[in-house]
């Protein structure tokens, strides 16, 4: 049976729970559960800590895992990224009070508060710079108000906590993070079926379908447009000054292609959306 690892709580735990359902796996039903077998599938899930994931993919006691970039990098686990997954997007930055630090060189002799020491220690001596290291488990954007640090490098997506606490980001980002799937570098029966199946859960989620008809004088305009994945679908129509297309679109363009279809002359546009797809 295929192990595989999944966060039990935190930010990564409801949407990769999701994807696994809708890839066909059957999950937890009882999220006291820590263990959880899906016998029509051969796999079994382990529900663990996000920040243990790597951890225990890494050891090989487990064979693959859900976890955050981050933490990967951080936990210094040999568990290896396969993929992103397209969720629990952040970037992971350093940040002081405003105009207190104008570099990361500007934090020598600084003390900087994390909980992502290793990746933070890391950083810095690549960086050739010498800090004081402060460990905390989390809301880490307070340590500066509360004078147990000078800095901290917190995960920042909207950056609506650190302003929230007169921090402003400072330097390059240590990092871009999101979910990704971790393997022990072994391969594992089941884990291409895995891959695949998430692959189609990415594209099911992140695309969608674009039907119009256009006149075939206009068919290049707008194809210009809008693609397709690998290449539109042109179908004749009836009437033989017309054709119609099918293309896969990114969902967040969704709406400016179908103006700018429109522009070129693109009738009865009509989106999709995609319930599954192996591409
Ligand atoms: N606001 C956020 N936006 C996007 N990703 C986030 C956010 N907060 C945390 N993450 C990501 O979630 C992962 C950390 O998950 P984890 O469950 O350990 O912490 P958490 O979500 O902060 O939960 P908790 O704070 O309850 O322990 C990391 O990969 C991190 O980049
Ligand atoms: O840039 P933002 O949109 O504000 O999001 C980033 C914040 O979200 C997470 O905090 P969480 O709520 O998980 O608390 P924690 O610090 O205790 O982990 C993360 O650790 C940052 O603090
Ligand atoms: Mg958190």
Known sequence: MLKIAVPNKGSLAETAAWMLEEAGYR?????KE?????????????????????????SGALDVGITGRDLLLDSGSPATEVQGL??????FRFAGQAGRFGSVQDLAGARVASSYTVLVEQHLASLGVEATLV?????????????VADAVADVVETGATLRAQGLEVFGDPILSSEAVLITSGRDA????????????????????????DIERSRLDAAI???SGFESATVSPLHDPE?????????RAETNAIMDALADV?????????IHAARI
């Not at 017309?242 to 990114?250: E, F, G, I, P």
């Open 34 to 58: 820590l263990i959880s077998v899906d016998a029509r599938n051969e796999v079994e899930f382990f529900y663990l800590r996000p920040r243990d994931i790597a951890t225990y993919v890494g």
């Open 189 to 212: 029966p089941g884990l291409g079926t895995l891959k695949r199946r998430l692959d189609g859960v990415i594209v099911a989620r992140d695309f969608v379908l674009v039907d119009y």
């Open 224 to 226: 210009g447009v809008a």
């Open 86 to 91: 397209g969720f629990a997007r952040s970037t």
């Open 242 to 250: 017309w054709a119609a297309v099918r293309v896969m679109v990114r």
């Open 27 to 31: 999950g937890r039903r009882d999220a």
């Open 265 to 273: 002359g693109a009738r009865a546009i009509i989106v999709t959306r």
């Open 135 to 147: 460990r905390l488990d989390g809301a880490v954007e307070s340590a500066v108000r509360l004078g």
